[in-house]
C-alpha cells in the first residue's frame, strides 16, 4: 500500500516539475515511480491480488498462504489508482479478487477472513471481534479508492455499485445502519458480524472527502489539472444525462454529459461554447467568464 501511494505522489512530483521547466527532475521522479511499481510487480503481486505487507520476519501479509487475513482492501484500490501492472491485467485481476472476496451487501470489507484469534505479530487488529473495525468491517475511508481504481478499468456500474453501498444518501433501512441518515460513519459492521450493516462513529472519518473525490472526478470525472480541466467520465451504461456546474479558476462551467449510447467510459464528441475539442481536457477560461461544455459519450 505504502510503496503504491510512492507511486502515486511520484508521478505528481514529476508532473509539477515538468510544468515548471525543471526537466532533470520531472526525469528522476519519473524513473523512481516506474522502479518503484516494477518492485510491487516483482514483490507484492500474490497471484491474484497484490499482498498487504512483508513482516520484520519476511513473512507476507494479505496473502493467500494466510489461513485468516489472505486479502486486505488498501493495496487492492491504491494499486489501482496509480496503474500498477495494468497492462499485464493485475489491475483487473486484483479488483476482481475484491469483488468476490471482500465486497458485501454494505460495502467493501478491509481484510478477509477475519481474524478469529489473536496474533501477537499483527497486534490491535486481531483484537476485535470479526466483522468490527479493522477485523473485517466496512472502512468507509478505503472504499472510495476501489471506486477510483475501478473507473481507472471503466467500469462504471461497478464504481456507483460501491458508492450505492456506503453513501448516506442511499440508505433506507435506517433501523440497521443506524446512524444519523445524513453523514458518513468511520466503519460499517462486515459480513462476518453480529450485527452486519450497523454503522459506528459517524462523523470521525475523512470518508466523505474521499467519496467527493471519488464521485466529482472519477465518476463523473471532472477533475482539475495542472493546465487543464480533465472530462472523462465513467458512468453506469443506464445513466442517459448529467448536468454538472463547476467553477475552475475563477470561470463557471456548466457541463452536460450526455450518454445516448449507453456505455461507461469513452469521450466521443467534446464542444466547448459550441467549438470542438479533441480529447478530454480543456484549457482553463479567462476568470468570471461562462463556459458551455457538452460530452456525448460513445
Not at 26 to 31: D, G, N, V
Not at 58 to 79: F, K, L, M, T, W
Amino acid at each position: 500500500m505504502i510503496a503504491a501511494l510512492f507511486v502515486l505522489a511520484a508521478r505528481a512530483a514529476a508532473e509539477l516539475y515538468a510544468a515548471i521547466s525543471r526537466a532533470a527532475e520531472a526525469t528522476r521522479w519519473a524513473q523512481l515511480a516506474d522502479s518503484m511499481a516494477a518492485k510491487i510487480e516483482d514483490s507484492g503481486w500474490d497471484g491474484d491480488w497484490f499482498l498487504r505487507a512483508y513482516a520484520h520476519d519476511g513473512q507476507a501479509i494479505g496473502s493467500r498462504a494466510n489461513d485468516e487475513g489472505s486479502i486486505y482492501v488498501e493495496p487492492q484500490g491504491i494499486c489501482a489508482m496509480a496503474r500498477i501492472g495494468e497492462q499485464r491485467g493485475l489491475t483487473a485481476r486484483a479488483l476482481q479478487s475484491t469483488a468476490e472476496r471482500l465486497a458485501c451487501r454494505d460495502g467493501i470489507q478491509l481484510v478477509a477472513p477475519p481474524y478469529t484469534r489473536y496474533r501477537a505479530n499483527l497486534g490491535e487488529i486481531t483484537t476485535y471481534l470479526p466483522g468490527y473495525k479493522e477485523n473485517g468491517a466496512v472502512f468507509c475511508h478505503t472504499n472510495p479508492w476501489v471506486v477510483i481504481g475501478e473507473t481507472v478499468l471503466g467500469n462504471g456500474e461497478r464504481a456507483m455499485e460501491y458508492v450505492r453501498a456506503i453513501a448516506p444518501t442511499y440508505q433506507r433501512d435506517h433501523e440497521r445502519r443506524r446512524t444519523e441518515p445524513y453523514v458518513f460513519a468511520q466503519m460499517i459492521a462486515g459480513s462476518a458480524a453480529s450485527r452486519a450493516g450497523e454503522a459506528k462513529n459517524s462523523w470521525l472519518t475523512g470518508s466523505a472527502s474521499w467519496a467527493y473525490v471519488a464521485v466529482s472526478q472519477h465518476v463523473l470525472g471532472i477533475r482539475p489539472e495542472i493546465d487543464a480541466l480533465v472530462i472523462d467520465p465513467c458512468v453506469p451504461p443506464s445513466w442517459q444525462r448529467v448536468v454538472v456546474r463547476r467553477e475552475f479558476r475563477g470561470a463557471h462551467y456548466e457541463i452536460e454529459i450526455l450518454n445516448p449510447r449507453h456505455v461507461a467510459k469513452g469521450v466521443r464528441v467534446l464542444t466547448v461554447s459550441g467549438a470542438a475539442v479533441d480529447g478530454t481536457r480543456i484549457r482553463p477560461a479567462p476568470a468570471g467568464s461562462r463556459v458551455t461544455v457538452r460530452v456525448e459519450l460513445g
